[in-house]
């Protein structure tokens, strides 16, 4: 009996989480779109590149979607057998609240391993190919707008840029004549470089032979490279820290760059990724956390509507979420709190919330 218990109460979580889950993804999928969408409205970009970029958000946004889920389908689960006074039949057969719910709370261990599996495994990834995707778009010749006769921003605004014919070349590359591009590196200081022909490709423009002119106030120099000479606008974190960001690491990857930032005496670099590290597991372990406290809400609350356990997970969710920023995002990077404190202090509050209303219902 118990087994089929067990089974029945299992069903009744699947539907909400696998709704809420696909809702909230879409939800950020929008979101990506919308983050990127004046630097995307007007250029010729491929709709496959999109479709990339798309697709390698969906793990990161996924780890975030993950709780949310969790906590509607607990929610709902919980509200719909109370609503119905399954519940009540359950408790008059002798059956205790706790183990009407621990269905739920063992769905919720598994979703918070699934979690942890993604951050750790697949998020990594994920975001690396993100990261690449996105620079390639915007750094693609659609993606500046490299066409003929158009004057160019390039570099940040370090160069201007203009290129007589543009033309697709081999494996990506774009073929240029007859390039001019200028660049300002001081005040009263000009530099002119031309080249009858060139590539672009990935975010680097290629002189073939460049003839380059530096004009210093009454000074002119002259000369020829020989060879070709190249100017990037690629640039990431590496350059500045020697390290990929907190997110495209695995936790143990993190932790051996949080030991190599405090020995180098970036504390507080080092702490930023400290909140990383910790946040990599307090995330997943959300999930359990809102399977626990979610159910019983809803049970008290049951009575009030069918939409009242999508209400309460709503309300849930707004809560842990804005205390986790506090904490978290807030107090911890100001050294107020410390990382582990920091990420963890929310699902401990609402953990030992949860219980303490389970025995107060029994």
């Known amino acids: 009996m118990i087994r089929k218990l067990d089974l029945y109460v299992a069903r009744e979580l699947f539907v909400p989480f696998v709704v809420g889950a696909g809702s909230v993804v879409l939800m950020f999928i929008a979101n990506t779109l919308l983050r990127f969408s004046q630097e995307l409205s007007g250029k010729d970009l491929k709709l496959t590149a999109i479709a990339q970029l798309i697709l390698f958000s969906i793990p990161g946004t996924l780890k975030l979607t993950l709780p949310v889920a969790a906590t509607l389908s607990a929610a709902v689960a919980a509200s719909r057998l109370t609503r119905e006074s399954e519940t009540s039949a359950m408790r008059a057969a002798g059956i205790p609240l706790r183990r009407i719910f621990a269905p739920i709370a063992a769905f919720g261990l598994l979703v918070s391993a699934f979690a942890f599996y993604l951050s750790e495994m697949v998020v990594p990834k994920s975001e690396i190919r993100f990261s690449d995707t996105l620079r390639k778009m915007f750094a693609s010749g659609e993606g500046i707008g490299l066409r003929s006769n158009v004057l160019l921003k390039f570099d940040n605004g370090r160069y201007y840029v203009n290129i007589a014919n543009v033309a697709p070349s081999e494996n990506g590359a774009i073929a240029m004549s007859d390039v001019d591009v200028f660049y300002k590196p001081k005040l009263g200081e000009i530099w002119h470089y031309h080249a009858d022909n060139g ?8 002189l073939l032979k460049p003839t380059i002119r530096q004009f210093d106030h009454d000074q002119a120099v002259i000369y020829t490279v020989r060879d070709k000479l190249q100017i990037t606008q690629r640039m990431s974190l590496d350059t500045f820290f020697g390290q990929p960001p907190a997110k495209e690491q695995t936790a143990a990857e993190l932790k051996a760059t949080i030991a190599d930032l405090r020995e180098r005496g970036l504390v507080q670099t080092a702490q930023e990724y400290e909140i990383e590290y910790q946040n990599r597991f307090s995330i997943p372990a959300s999930c359990l956390v809102f399977t626990l406290i979610a159910p019983v809400v809803a049970f008290h609350f049951a009575r ?32 107020i709190l410390t990382p582990l404190v920091g990420a963890w202090m929310p699902n401990l509050l609402f953990a030992a919330a949860g219980l303490f209303a389970l025995v107060k219902s029994e």
């Open 199 to 206: 590539t672009y490709q990935d975010g680097v423009l290629t």
């Open 304 to 335: 009030g509507g069918a939409f009242v356990g999508a209400l309460i997970s709503i309300v849930i969710v707004f809560l842990y979420y804005n205390a986790w920023i506090i904490t978290s995002q807030v107090l911890a990077p100001a050294g």
